[in-house]
């Protein structure tokens, strides 16, 4: 395969990510912010940033963290340049003094650590995903970039796994939102993350070419609507497959033999069948006799698409050939799913051609996760799914919210006390575990100051969970995972970056170990994310104003 | 301002289209066809397609159709590489002719002519936006780059263009969506679609450069946290503006004592303010003494944002400068509006600070177009609105839905017959005349066959509104407009291409001479869209069956 091997597909990624994530693509304020620290000489001041969310996406337990490798990638490349420069001096302020241009010219990410949740990962709300940590101007330019790489990968890769769980392990899933997402690039994105998500096709030929992911389609109904009558099938003969003397057969006058022994078994009107539709069956057939997969609903499934396949494809077979299936677009999928594998029973039993009982039906229209968990309760025969819009756009919630919050400059915690609580954050430089139970499932993330001892396997340990108020539970963990790694030291990524498929086997081997309980789409019972002691006892502290470390009153009014 | 003109601008659009849109982001399946096309000689065949969608979006009355220009770009640049080429040889089926390969590296849009509605249009349901002519495999290839570029451009713009009725003429709509969007492009889509639709600013640097959209921006609640003492706000002094002796005063003093002012004139406890807020608040008035904007709900607006953003702004003020105003983040933005207004014009009167109490406040939390539309409905003072999450992923309808469907070949013309009547399309190769009324409104758009002579203005004519079955109408337009251009003729743009701030313009004029009835965004009526006699006879006589020139049945089962 062109552009097959990982590494020459990596630069790729990383010229894509350049292009498609300049540095200038951030919003106004974080220069205006830059500038000020700067001024104040503040800039380079040690600082830890936070990304998180706050609810679980789509009314669900979970979610799944994707889009490090673009981070990382971003990362290594964050550097303005002249024109970048040129134009900041054009839209800043013009007090701003001259020389601050010359400090953003020379920015780099080389001062920045980066500790983060392995891409892939399932996540819960309030749970620090990466840590950003460098000089404060720094990091707080990246805020933008980083928050636009992570909320949409995230949320369609989280889509994509509900959709994977609605439609259990068996059935194929296609993801065919290109035309629907945000733009082009969006369309891009919701490829791949839904494919790390749990889909297996794409339609996508640039997410085929750029992340290796297998790309699948064969016809529109523009396709068969534009053939009118059966002049216009042409080569209008196919030589049999593994035929002992390569002489070509009228392949026509053999499919319209097949059409009426088809029609006379099911019992169908030969008048109502659809000759351009017919042709166009055809024609694809001849310049695919392997891959022979039409849409079968542009004008009737049952008194012409049906027909015109079964007929097409009989005669594929009496040549040796393999053909494929049919895709439904349209009406009742499900029972009509049921209609057209009666009907392939049929051929096959009676024509005896075996296989022909067990091709593949495709269903494409306008797929919710809602209709995918339906099929698993409705009598039909649907091998693979193609979902676009409400993939792609994740209509039931189209943004995961995710934020990026300051905990920590000069060493000293830093929180945002809003009269909102839900907007209140959580300070410090934190360490992360997930804590595992006796059967090996997660059942708690424990969120620690990162100066504290981390919580021992087989000790208890008491804790505060988040949304219960004050109340503590106590806990005994059987195995303690670090849930976060450092990926980008000072400037460098530590890690080697995983392919797409790599990152899709972690999340379905991380959902395979969370509790069924949490994995329910609907009413899931919520996963327990808790802070130590030590932690809650700095949040309390700082939120009543308790602690000198953070947020003073301002005492001394000497005026 | 770099950048800044028109002509160097569009060059880089036109390079962000061709790294954007590469003409591998398409539908497999678009390859497989033009693959068939070619193997059956048709590839060459004249075809009309048609871009259009099926109903207005967000349950409203109309549309605006953008995207042209990138769609113009995007067919200018079409052509496949060699490594294009290569990948495609790889994903294809193993049988396809290795001369479909040297086919497609010579393909360019040099035979096809692209008429369209002018970008920034109001649009309704139904009506063919663009006509894509061409030959039939190159015609078929351009479906899913161009369904891309106008779905979510369109969406955005015309949820933008609903913000826009719903806030009035007065007040400012800032755009910050970036970091909601569906990744960094579908961020820039964001801002560039939604500035024509009809927001003044964008929080977005690169739509800033790229488009020339006005950007904005002061600092987020980080800045305020990252602040503890007065001791981290630095230099401490500033120099009056227009200061005779451009000796710097004391700012950290002359503030403290507008503190204690404000607190008595207010009667707020001086206890409560927060130090880390203030220091914030005065290094960046020292950073911006013109541009001071802060936000001041970290903590709490009355008790402490409010009172430090007053005594800076005072200082600020008494030293010559005049500070901007404030943005609230969180809580109920009317309320606090109105109080914070009620506070600055009793600063302004009681210090006899004129200005002071015209500051401007804007207001940015999770807004939705309910939100804007209840500021006129409930007393509120908030001058600016900032959108992010409900304006970039069109939370109401994230999908407009259009499709690209085949109305012609050689000359004669298609029409899919679904089952489904809704997916039906209207055949032929058509012209679009929007008719006018009296009073100088639209108030019908007429699709006509190309080949009928067009509706004269004054002259009495019948027609078939679609979505009223068959009943007819008789109407007398005082006026005629032809409702699209030939925008791209055999492979070169024939019109100069607009820049964002002239596309804006024309949604507004658009907006402004549509009935208000068709505009209110709750429940409104439905502006008619009819097919002529002619074109309606060829569209019944096709789902009839009763003419020869379309979806033959198939007459002849001769075996």
């Known amino acids: 395969m062109a552009a097959a091997n990982s590494s020459s597909r990596l630069g790729l990624v990383e010229r894509s990510v350049r292009d498609r994530v300049p540095p200038l693509l951030t919003d106004m304020y974080q220069f205006t912010m830059a500038y000020a620290y700067w001024r104040t000489g503040r800039h380079q001041e040690p600082a830890v940033f936070e990304l998180f969310f706050r609810d679980c996406p789509f009314g669900g337990g979970f979610s799944v963290f994707a889009g490090l490798t673009d981070c990382l990638l971003f990362l290594r490349g964050f550097r303005y340049t002249d024109q970048d420069v040129d134009f900041l001096r054009s839209v800043m302020p013009p007090s701003t003094d001259p020389s601050f241009f010359q400090f953003l010219r020379g920015l780099d990410c080389s001062g920045v650590t980066l500790r983060s949740v392995p891409e892939g990962s399932v996540v819960f709300a309030r749970v620090p995903l990466m840590e950003v940590a460098g000089p404060l101007a720094v990091v707080q330019l990246l805020e933008t970039s980083l928050l636009c790489l992570v909320n949409y990968a995230s949320l369609v890769c989280s889509n994509a796994a509900r959709f994977r769980l609605a439609a259990g392990p068996r059935r194929k899933l296609l993801e065919m939102g290109l035309r629907r997402a945000q733009g082009p690039d969006g369309g891009l994105s919701a490829s791949r993350y839904s494919y790390i998500g749990g889909f297996d096709l794409t339609s996508n030929v640039q997410a085929g070419f750029l992340f290796g992911i297998p790309v699948a389609g064969t016809m529109a109904h523009s396709y068969v609507t534009s053939f009118t009558s059966l002049e216009e099938a042409w080569p209008q003969t196919l030589v049999p497959l593994n035929g002992d003397d390569g002489v070509p057969v009228d392949f026509i006058s053999l499919t319209k033999g097949w059409l009426s022994r088809v029609c006379a078994l099911v019992g169908a009107e030969p008048g109502k069948i659809r000759e351009g539709e017919l042709a166009a069956f055809l024609s694809y057939a001849v310049a695919y006799p392997q891959n022979f997969l039409p849409v079968i609903d542009s004008y009737s499934v049952a008194c012409s698409g049906l027909l015109n396949f079964c007929a097409v494809a009989l005669a594929l077979c009496e040549l040796g050939y393999k053909p494929v299936g049919i895709r439904l677009d349209s009406g009742d999928l499900c029972r009509q799913s049921v209609d057209v594998r009666r009907v392939f029973r049929l051929c096959s039993e009676h024509f005896s051609v075996p296989g022909f009982e067990s091709l593949v039906i495709v269903g494409t229209n306008n797929i919710s996760e809602q209709s995918v968990t339906e099929l698993n309760k409705k009598e039909n025969e649907i091998n693979t799914v193609g979902v676009g819009t409400h993939l792609v756009t994740c209509t039931k919630q189209p943004s995961l919210g995710c934020v990026y919050k300051l905990v920590e400059v000069r060493g000293r915690p830093r929180m945002k006390i809003s009269e909102d609580p839900e907007k ?136």
């Open 424 to 559: 209140s954050t959580i300070p410090g430089r934190k360490a992360v575990y997930r804590l595992v139970d006796s059967e090996g499932r997660p059942f708690l993330d424990l969120l620690c100051l990162v100066a504290e001892p981390p919580p021992e396997a087989g000790r208890p340990l008491t804790c505060f969970p988040l949304g219960c108020d004050d109340a503590s539970v106590s806990i005994t963990p059987t195995q303690v995972v670090c849930l976060r790694q450092e990926v980008f030291i000072k400037g460098q990524v530590t890690q080697p970056l995983e392919n797409p498929a790599e990152t899709r086997a972690k999340v379905q081997s991380s959902l395979q170990d969370l509790n069924p309980q949490h994995k329910r789409l609907q009413e899931p019972e919520s996963y327990t994310v808790a802070l130590s002691e030590t932690l809650h006892k700095l949040f309390t502290d700082i939120q009543r104003g308790n602690t000198g470390n953070n947020n003073n009153f301002l005492l001394l009014l000497d005026q």
